[in-house]
């Protein structure tokens, strides 16, 4: 199924500052190039995403914002939004789903994005997903439905006017998930997608390697569908 999104609004849902980016920031800057509104919820405060114990929390918190919003003007996109839950901690709480389908009854998106709860590990690539990515994940798919769209649900959203919303699709980031069954071609945009990500200074040290790996990623997605560079998606349509 072909997704479309000239003139629809999306909203992004992950753990932390560069998730989005490192998923599909490649995405992201098409959906902005075919006029799409896009629009970031990052729920962790990123306070222990930095090995550097000369940085305070504090000082952290505020760097990696500040990197996420620079990262996503690169892109085009709309606006960043931060839920301040602690890094390392998320869990899909009643706390959590009701942050999320605030925004969602707020902002009104078609499109939902976020990362796919269900990859715990990948042995082929020596990979563990991150406990904080699972939960995000969990938490906007359970905000997506039945929440947002369920009237009972956070009467107190209801009472302040934010009414039931319908997401119509949902794109998992799905980099290395066998059930990946949505390609973008981000051939023009891979360099904006380097560009953003190199806005996440305190995450990146080895600069040419980390080109590279993303390169390759991106590569091996593109071969799908004769592209040079692609990112995949777990592809939900709701059907009603």
């Not at 920031?25 to 098409?30: P, T």
């Not at 919820?41 to 760097?63: A, N, P, Y």
């Not at 942050?99 to 990948?122: G, Q």
Request: hydrophobic letters at 40%; proline letters at 2%.
């Amino acid at each position: 199924m072909i997704l479309e999104v000239k003139d629809r609004t999306i909203l992004a849902v992950v753990a932390h500052a560069d998730d989005i980016d490192f998923g599909c920031a490649g995405s992201i800057a098409a959906f902005v190039q075919q006029g799409a509104k896009v629009y970031y919820l990052i729920l962790t405060d990123g306070s222990k995403g930095s090995e550097d114990l000369s940085i305070s929390d504090e000082k952290l918190v505020t760097m990696r914002e500040e990197e996420q919003k620079n990262a996503a003007k690169v892109l085009g996109v709309q606006h960043v939004y931060f839920g301040g839950f602690t890094d390392g901690e998320l869990v899909n709480s009643s706390e959590v789903r009701h942050l999320i389908v605030r925004y969602i009854r707020t902002l009104k998106p078609a499109v939902v994005i976020s990362t796919d709860p269900d990859v715990l590990y990948n042995e082929e690539i020596g990979f563990i997903n991150h406990p904080d990515h699972r939960a995000a994940g969990h938490a906007a798919l359970d905000s997506v439905f039945p929440f947002a769209r369920n009237a009972r649900t956070f009467p107190d959203l209801w009472e302040q006017g934010l009414k039931s919303h319908v997401v119509h699709d949902v794109l998992l980031t799905s980099f290395n998930s066998k059930r990946a069954n949505h390609v973008v071609d981000i051939t023009y945009t891979f360099d904006l997608k380097i560009k953003a990500l190199m806005e996440h200074k305190s995450q990146i040290d080895d600069v040419k390697g980390f080109r590279s790996t993303m390169e390759e990623r991106a590569r091996r997605i593109g071969k799908e569908i004769n592209v040079e560079y692609a990112e995949s998606f777990v592809h939900i349509h709701l059907s009603r």
